[in-house]
């Protein structure tokens, strides 16, 4: 069996009857929607899904349809960067297959995608059709109201699919082909914002931190403290244990201590794995030694 995930981020994470109506889009399709997870400070919903390619290409389809009907983002607000009703959509190897085969399936769905709602679709990571695109931040820089004034008119913010212009209500979608990506948040107790972008800038790796993260500092208003929300995306050369633990250091400096952690949506078991031997002092331990794993293993 082939077995893809994709991972489509939508605009919305606090109407409820919105987010059910464009998750309910996927379950017509013999699909597996292994997680959701809904933020109202960002005001963003991510899903997780699993299948055959082209059922999950399907499935996301209409996903993404429903969410052009649903979001005006002329009317979002979020603490998370966004320019699009779907904003998102990567396409991930699982099982039999490639990551060519993920870049053609990206290709495919954003054309078809761009034809049948008008919404300009930009390729990202292994999908880019250039070195500029590759990186999902630069695609998306700007935002929505950003890219509203500056396509059409700056040739480096003319879509790889789709009208040379922003959609109306659901203004732009990146899809991508990538490896496994792990949403990992350090929650912060403080309120103070600034806190949270210094110790940010010192782990992303555009500003001289780790290779394979991405950060940003957010305020999480709804419950009182600040948040460093990173996209991990390369677990086995930058594990998770090592970036907390920078983070650990570096918010000492102001006098601050962490407050909590997260992961966002599906993770690798071997990201969990390496954290366990880290912080236990485990010698020569592997996720072969996990029972659930060799049960797995044996009866799927």
Do not use: W
Request: charged residues 30%; glycine residues 6%.
């Amino acid at each position: 069996m082939k077995l893809v995930e994709c991972v489509p981020n939508f605009s919305e994470g606090r109407r409820k009857e919105v987010i059910d109506a464009i998750i309910n889009e996927a379950r017509k399709y013999n699909v597996k929607i292994l997680g959701v997870h809904s933020d109202a400070d960002h005001n963003r919903t991510d899903v997780t899904i699993i299948g055959e390619p082209e059922e999950v290409k399907k499935a996301v389809m209409d996903m993404a349809i429903k969410a052009v009907e649903l979001i005006d983002m002329n009317k979002h607000r979020g603490e998370h960067p966004r320019m699009g009703a779907m904003d998102v959509v990567p396409f991930v190897p699982l099982a039999n297959v490639t990551m060519e085969d993920c870049v053609k399936l990206a290709h495919e769905f954003a054309k078809e995608f761009a034809e049948k709602t008008g919404v300009p679709c930009f390729m990202y990571e292994e999908a880019a059709t250039k070195p500029s695109r590759k990186n999902l931040a630069d695609v998306r820089r700007g935002e929505f109201e950003g890219l509203k004034e500056e396509i059409g008119k700056n040739p480096e913010k003319t879509p790889d699919y789709g009208p040379n212009e922003i959609h109306p209500t659901a203004g732009a979608t990146a899809v991508g082909a990538r490896e496994f990506l792990i949403a990992f948040n350090v929650n912060l107790a403080t309120n103070d914002i600034e806190i949270a972008k210094k110790i940010a800038k010192a782990v992303r790796h555009s500003s001289g931190g780790y290779r394979y993260v991405k950060a940003m500092g957010f305020e999480i208003k709804e419950k009182g403290y600040v948040q460093v929300s990173m996209n991990m995306t390369n677990y086995k050369k930058t594990p998770l244990f090592r970036v907390f633990e920078t983070i650990k250091r570096e918010a000492a400096r102001y006098g601050v201590m962490i407050k909590s952690a997260e992961i966002i949506g599906m993770t690798p078991l071997q990201a969990i794995v390496d954290v366990a031997s880290f912080y236990l002092q485990l010698d020569e331990f592997d996720a072969n030694q996990i029972i659930e794993k060799a049960l797995l293993e044996e009866f799927i």
